[in-house]
């Protein structure tokens, strides 16, 4: 799905207290965004062994089998996230050391649909150092000039978890780079100028990092925002996302495409972007407020429009039952929202307020009651009708209690 986004953004807004130490992760490789060179990442979960095999097939295994970093599993464990038969939900480990704003997270394998788990998440804290002044003057690197955007990803993978495996690790990093030029925009109170001064790195020029060039002004007849800076960033980085993944599939690195749900928090405003058939929700006092909206390829003139939602976080005094539920089709295709909402209320108030484990435990029983229990040579919900089959992962990001919103 995410590769047929480059036709879902041609109408696109071009280029949202103290941050914390900026993250260790690599710039982007072989893409035109990458400028400079920084530590690698932490290696993901390891692949398991396959025996002897073409190149090719060690390249499909090793890029199909891996799992989110953050879930630390072991060689045993990622044995036990393979298996279909006992299709065992997947959680991070409870040592202390939680997600970002204390998010929930829970994923379990299909019942046989594809040979491994094609779905694939992120979860980061992002630093966004500005590339330059709003002047257009050179701007010497300093820590306490930048941005911190906090980052959700779910990837769901077709034909294939490769394109999903490198979504989850890419996509981040190109919202990053969208965001350099923005900067000291989004820091200023004012109104953002119709138009930012041309750099060297224009769009059309050897140098196609920057968003912004010579001819970067908005029409006079739409409102600029904050808001929709930050919105048209998001989309260009799905752009460049679709573009760097076609390349990879050209030259047979990458296999299958992915649905992509994004959730970027920053500066008191959550922002959403969904391509494909996942979902994200906010349950709030009961209410539910969708923030996404599925479509498919024959949907073309909606997901112009219905790409990126945004929350403003800071008109509304949350609880910590407040919550933002992301999930792949393998919840949705079985459970509805209002099951979700009865759900949280049902898990969250078997939790004190402040126990930061609530959201784990919430991600787990929404994904332990998608998949049912093995019964019937099949996988049963309580009232027997068949539960889901495909892989299914769900984050459950707090809009209030542990999240801190400065």
Known sequence: MLNRVRSAVAHLVSSGGAPPPRPKSPDLPNAPLAQTAAPPEAPRSPPARAGSAAPAKTVEARVSFSRPT???????????????????????????????????????????????????????????????????????PSQGQGLCFYYWGLFDGHAGGGAAEMASRLLHRHIREQLKDLVEILQDPLPPPLCLPSTPGAPGSSDSSHVVGPQSCWSSQKEVTHESLVVGAIENAFQFMDEQMARE???????????????VY????????????????????????????????????????????????????????????????????????????????????????NDASRYTALAQALVLGARGIPRDRGWRLPNNKLGSGDDISVFVIPLGGPGSYS
């Open 266 to 353: 920053l500066l008191g405003k959550v922002y959403v972007a969904n391509a494909g058939d996942s979902r994200a929700i906010i349950v709030r006092n009961g209410e539910i407020i969708p923030m996404s909206r599925e479509f498919t390829p024959e949907t073309e003139r909606q997901r112009l429009q219905l790409l990126v939602r945004v929350y403003d976080l800071t008109q509304y005094e949350h609880c910590p039952d407040d919550v933002l539920v992301l999930g792949t089709d393998g919840l949705w295709d079985v459970t509805s929202d209002w099951e979700v909402a009865a759900t949280v209320d049902r898990v969250l108030s078997a939790y004190e307020p």
């Open 70 to 140: 953050f879930l630390q599993l072991s060689p045993g464990g990622l044995r036990r996230a393979d298996d279909h038969a006992g299709r065992a939900v997947q959680s991070p480990p409870d040592t202390g050391r939680r997600l970002p704003w204390s998010t929930g997270y829970a994923e379990v394998i299909n019942a046989g649909k594809s040979r491994h788990n094609e779905d694939q998440a992120c979860c980061e804290v992002v630093y966004v150092e500005g590339r330059r002044s709003v002047s257009g003057a050179p701007r010497e």
């Open 249 to 263: 599939r050209r030259g047979h690195q990458v296999e299958g495409g992915c649905c992509a749900l994004v959730v």
